[in-house]
């Protein structure tokens, strides 16, 4: 009888509709394992009724628990907490430094994107064409490249800068950089804010989960870095800054 039920159960989970409806909050993913652990759950409590009535029972009260999770894409206990899974997490950054160096070489750095790989790990690329752009990132561990195309949103010269991802990028991406003179008028203090976006639907939350972590930790890291470059001979150079090297 046990294996008659868990052949009509499996059956019927070929017919279930993985579309996100109104009410769902649960993605597709874990709706699976909802599944499969459910099925396997009532199968083992029903099978272990007999011999263990209680085990059995509560065993199989756990198994239509999950099951009517997985076949529903709807969880109570994540509704009377608020958690929601279908929805893909951004991450947002938020950091502010100060530089040693004049506020205007450092915003025009800054503007030209193509310098942003230079200190950014997490930029493979950014090719401008104008006010539009084209950035490829690197992912943890190099495994796969994630192109998009940006524009330029605001500017106001030497004070912000501010670019957003195009409609129909795989990743939205938006970001702003305010730019300010340090008390004594050597130096600048960068507040910056970076945002990554993965689109909805399973592909996005496989990339939220590939980013979370490592993936934010690399672009924070990138931003820290920017005050060592501009001690480097390279950002010294573009903003005619070198030292002759002391005697």
Known sequence: MSNELTKEILSGLKQLNFSKSED????????????????????????????????GLQGAATGCLLLYRGATGVCPVY??????????????????????????????????????????????????????????ANTPGNLIDLSWNAEITREKEGEYLGWQSMKGSKID?????????????????????????????SIGRGLVSLFNGGFEKMIKQDIQNFKHYVEEADFKQYAGLDVMPQM
Do not use: C
């Open 173 to 201: 991406n938006a970001g702003k950089i305010e730019f300010s003179d340090t008390l004594n008028e050597t130096g600048t203090e960068l507040h910056i804010e970076i945002n990554y976006f993965p689109p909805a639907g």
């Open 79 to 136: 509704r009377m907490i608020g958690k929601d899974t279908t929805d893909p997490q951004a991450i947002n950054i938020t950091e502010n430094i100060t530089v040693n160096a004049p506020r205007e070489k450092v915003y025009q750095f800054w503007r030209e994107l193509a310098n942003l790989p230079k200190f950014m790990t997490h930029l493979k690329s950014v090719e401008e064409r104008g006010k539009y752009s084209q950035w490829v």
């Open 24 to 55: 769902q909050n649960i993605d597709a993913g874990e709706r699976m394992l909802s599944l499969a652990s459910g099925t396997y759950l009532l199968y083992k409590g029903l099978k272990n009724i007999g011999s263990h009535p209680f085990l």
